[in-house]
């Protein structure tokens, strides 16, 4: 028997970050109660008494009223039916480690942009195997959409993924807004892969911005960058996917070209000469692309897909290997 | 019998806009001598005394000595056997109006990104029948390639379209240079639409950006762009290409998303609140997207293909039709 979400489904997020903040923002537009697990006591006690997260897109403002905030991960998964995971992947299984309660009875949402390390596999591929739930009990929602666009109340569009395109439609209802508009998609694999593979892209492009070329070439990289996902993708795991459409190619162009986009601006660093470690000290926030350099690198392994731009970012952030090298080499493979 | 350019044959360039400008300084990288066509005297006598054009690309310097410099098209057209035209589409006929010296043993070669107003039809198909140039004689250059940063000699990308690959390699060898990487392709039906619409949609980022839209939304409606461009080649004239390469997204990326896009500036303008008049007078250039929209909404008619997002230009620009409304009724189209 299928599962189907009911439409009173509770909804709980799991996270604090930027994105996890604005999926909350997002669900109270429709949802009268939203539970939110958010680990670090300070942050908690301040989102309760001022309604405010104070790390991240500090200028939405919460009911704490609609809230059911809690530090425990137990509780909050146990009052709802939806669980939206949004902390980096890096820290999905630390995230979750404290959780006891059974997530076999419940709809998984991953709203992470990233493969879960060691393991090699995506987030829903680990909700599956480690929690036991099944692939039509999991769902992804994607963008192209940076949070603080979200905060701005920006038009955005967001792309449920779920094994049935009913599914994907109550969950849609859920986060359709007067500034979110929702597609649909039952391409959880495809979808997944496009969003871990467009942040390395985005490094890849902050880096030759730091080099010093110009448009003309960010063009080119970019193009090249689609046709990379694209080839991954259908090598890998063929269907009939318009990697034209927002959720590819258009999450690719975001986090490309954006000014809010943090593996861009990790990759500049990179670019103008900063050690790794020194941008990571820079960034405030996780760059999801690098740890998908390496991890994208390992899966590539087996599958031996042609992949010279991730293999570029790779060898510049994990092996020492010269930027301005390694970009004036791939220059030679780009068409 | 094919014809198969000379690699010694020379070379001429028509226009004396930015991307002329550019094309002369590409070429002069690698042939000893070089004619060009300006029709306008003090800009010639510019150029003859000062090694600069007045006009554009003012940074750029030529040696007065490798360029045959001249006001005859006839003259500059009999001494080259390849004929570069890099004229505003607009502008193409009253510019070659001048013109006596047959061009039916020439190779001509289309730097225009537009259609030839009137006719309906693009710049080769009219070299094909007013001057009875034969398709294996007609070439094309196509970017992403904006102008200023070949003046820069920022590492840009040009594919060379012709019929057969022999005549694309040779062409290829006159502009490839240590910033121009070369590709090739024998798409010139493909190559040329993707060229004119890109210009459109430039101009559709352009109002949205000037109505307040954020980089969210132009990511999904320049993803949406290149679907319409893809569906519109693959419906009018199918072929096995590969729309993700350079000179189809390529360019449609650098056209929608560089600060040197005039086309997306127009647009810009018109979300602003200026009136399609008012902005025209402030651009110094011409955007070719302005006739562009015009041209393809015409050419559609037969067609039938669906094309929102150019209609929605089309109607702001020539039905009086308001930006704010026309751009939120095109938000429900988009994908």
Redesign the interface.
């Known amino acids: 028997m299928a599962y189907n979400i009911d439409r009173n489904a509770r909804c709980a997020v799991v996270g604090h970050g930027s994105w996890a903040t604005a999926l909350v923002k997002i669900l109270l537009e429709n949802e009268r109660n939203v539970g939110w697990y958010i680990r670090n006591r300070d942050v908690l006690e301040h989102v309760r008494k001022h309604g405010t997260n104070p790390r991240y897109l500090r200028d939405v403002r919460f009911d704490p009223g609609s809230l059911h905030l809690s530090d425990s991960l137990d509780e909050v998964a146990r009052d709802a039916e939806i669980v939206v995971l949004a902390a980096p992947s890096v820290y999905l299984k630390t995230t979750l480690e404290p959780l006891t309660e059974p997530l076999g009875d419940k709809f998984i949402v991953s709203a992470i942009k990233g493969i879960v390390p060691d393991d090699l596999i995506t987030v829903a591929e680990y909700v599956n195997r480690r929690y036991d739930v099944p692939f039509d009990q999991i769902g992804i929602v994607s963008?192209?959409?940076?949070a603080e666009?979200?905060a701005?109340e920006?038009?955005?569009?967001l792309t449920v993924v779920c094994k049935t395109l009913e599914n994907s439609r109550i969950l849609g209802d859920k986060i359709r807004t007067d500034y979110i508009?929702v597609?649909h998609s039952t391409d959880i694999y495809g979808i997944e892969y496009a969003s871990v593979l467009k942040n390395i892209y985005a490094i890849a492009v902050g880096i030759a911005v730091g080099l010093?070329?110009?448009?003309?070439?960010?063009?080119?990289l970019?193009?090249?960058g689609?046709?990379e996902m694209?080839r991954f993708m259908s090598q890998t795991y063929p269907s009939n996917r318009?990697?034209?459409?927002?959720a590819?190619?258009?999450?690719l162009?975001?986090t490309s070209?954006?000014?809010?986009s943090r593996n861009r601006r990790f990759g500049l660093m990179i670019g103008k000469g900063y050690s790794v470690h020194s941008a990571q000290m820079e960034m405030s926030m996780v760059a999801e692309g690098y740890y998908a350099a390496e991890c994208i690198m390992k899966i590539n392994r087996q599958r031996g897909v042609d992949m010279p731009i991730a293999r570029m970012v790779y060898d510049v952030l994990y092996d020492g290997a010269s930027p301005s090298v390694s970009v004036g080499r791939l220059?030679?493979r780009?068409?």
Chains 1, 2 share one sequence.
């Open positions: 963008g192209p959409c940076h666009e979200v701005l920006r038009l955005s569009y508009n597609g010093g070329y110009g448009d003309n070439f960010l063009a080119v970019i193009s090249n689609a046709m694209s318009n990697t034209f459409a927002s590819y190619l258009g999450d162009l975001v070209y954006s000014q809010f220059t030679g780009l068409l």
